[in-house]
């Protein structure tokens, strides 16, 4: 298991009512919304290696065939 720290954050009610609203929607504990908005906010930043992301294993990559703006095979006509 991931070793994880303790920290204690001092946060406006209404930005902590906003975070609640926002984990609730996204079924997440209010602890694990706040982790997954530093997270982004940190990788989008360019603050975090990119093989730190968790969702980056979950992702399948593209096929190594055709570049990405290239449309799908079409299939066979018949004649």
Do not use: C
Request: avoid cysteine.
């Amino acid at each position: 298991m991931t070793k994880r720290d303790s920290y204690l954050l001092r946060i406006k009610p209404e930005m902590l009512e906003a975070l609640r609203r926002w984990a609730d929607d996204e079924f997440r504990s209010l602890n694990g919304q706040i982790e997954f908005a530093l997270h982004k906010a940190l990788e989008q930043s360019g603050r975090l290696p990119r093989a730190s992301s968790p969702l980056e294993s979950q992702v399948p990559e593209p096929s190594m065939g055709k570049g990405a703006d290239s449309q799908p095979d079409e299939p066979p006509k018949a004649t």
